[in-house]
Structures are given as C-alpha cells and as structure tokens.
C-alpha cells in the first residue's frame, strides 16, 4: 500500500483520488478531489505538511519533501501546492508554494520557499533558487530559472486543460481497478 503514518500523523485522501500502487505518501500529506500520484512518486510529510489541491496530478518518479520548524522559523518551509497544478516527470519541489493552474516542467527543481503564483509555467529542467518569488502569467526556463516572456492566452487555457486531461487518464485508471 502506497499510504504510510509517521509518528501521529496519517495521510488524509479526498474523493476519487488515484494513487499508483508504486508511489509513497507519507505522514501529513493532504489529497484534494480529483488529485493523482503517479508511478515512483514520493510524498514525505515527516517533519512538515504537504498540501496537494483538487485536480493536480503529480507525476512519475518526482520528490516532495519539506523543510522542518526551527525557532527562527516556526512554519518551517511546508509544501503547498494549489488547483489543477500538473507537476511533470522527475520533478523535486522542496518546501515551495505552488499556486493554482501551473505547470512544472519535468526535471525541474523548486526549492525551499519558492512562491510560484497562479498561471506560470516552469520550464523543463528549470532550478528555482531558494525563496523566489515569481510574476503571475509568465514562462520560466533555466538554471537559474528566469522569466522568459508573458504567457499567450493559449498557454494559460492549456494550463487548466493539461490537469483536466489528468483527471480523466486517472479516472480511466479507477474504472479500470474497480472492474478487476
């Protein structure tokens, strides 16, 4: 089973949520509706919380870990991420916030409080610097990550729609478990 307590804290599922047999999600880790784990992913809520919201999907073989609570920071760095947020293949976000209908390129890594707002698009193999904030609406590339331009009205609509195409290929895969 993919699902794992830490100490006193056990993952909490929303509804219809999809978790590949092959994923960890560990300790204080909240799923939104609709929301998807895939192959080899990891969820660590060990010494802080991760928050995924509804209908984001998180792909294979990515890592979400969080930053602990220390005196000069009591939140710590938890991992938020928001609605309808596609996090493509071999992704780390560590301690980041992620706001709602953003893409994350694959291979990209985003690190301990990052603040990435609604409607931006990471691109693939990006490195977000420790507590960056980025511009709503905008393409990021590199390493270090840069803005790159304003994102055209096509890509935000694609942003919404590439988490909606998500939630359908994980309800194709919950139909198919429940007719085995």
């Given at each position: 089973?993919?699902?794992?307590?830490y100490?006193n804290?056990?993952?909490v599922?929303g509804e219809r949520?999809?978790?590949?047999?092959?994923?960890?999600v560990?300790?204080?880790v909240k799923l939104?509706?609709?929301s998807s784990?895939w192959?080899?992913?990891?969820?660590?809520g060990?010494v802080?919380?991760i928050v995924?919201?509804r209908?984001?999907?998180i792909?294979?073989?990515t890592?979400?870990?969080?930053?602990?609570?220390?005196?000069?920071?009591p939140?710590?760095?938890?991992?938020?991420?928001g609605?309808?947020?596609t996090v493509g293949?071999s992704?780390?976000?560590?301690?980041?916030?992620?706001?709602?209908e953003?893409?994350i390129?694959m291979?990209?890594?985003v690190?301990d409080?990052?603040?990435?707002?609604?409607?931006?698009?990471?691109?693939?193999?990006?490195?977000?610097?420790?507590g960056?904030l980025?511009e709503?609406?905008m393409?990021?590339m590199?390493?270090?990550?840069?803005a790159v331009r304003?994102?055209?009205d096509?890509?935000?609509n694609?942003?919404?729609?590439?988490?909606?195409h998500y939630?359908?290929v994980?309800n194709?895969f919950?139909?198919?478990e429940?007719?085995?």
């Amino acid at each position: 089973m993919p699902l794992s307590n830490y100490l006193n804290t056990s993952p909490v599922l929303g509804e219809r949520v999809y978790l590949h047999p092959s994923c960890q999600v560990i300790g204080d880790v909240k799923l939104g509706d609709d929301s998807s784990i895939w192959c080899n992913t990891v969820l660590r809520g060990d010494v802080n919380r991760i928050v995924v919201g509804r209908g984001s999907n998180i792909q294979d073989l990515t890592m979400c870990h969080v930053s602990h609570k220390t005196a000069d920071k009591p939140e710590g760095s938890p991992l938020i991420i928001g609605d309808y947020v596609t996090v493509g293949h071999s992704v780390i976000l560590h301690g980041c916030r992620i706001g709602n209908e953003c893409l994350i390129g694959m291979g990209s890594i985003v690190m301990d409080d990052v603040v990435v707002p609604d409607h931006v698009m990471v691109g693939a193999g990006s490195l977000i610097s420790p507590g960056k904030l980025l511009e709503s609406g905008m393409l990021y590339m590199g390493r270090p990550a840069k803005a790159v331009r304003a994102l055209t009205d096509d890509e935000i609509n694609y942003l919404r729609y590439s988490a909606d195409h998500y939630i359908e290929v994980k309800n194709n895969f919950l139909r198919t478990e429940q007719n085995k």
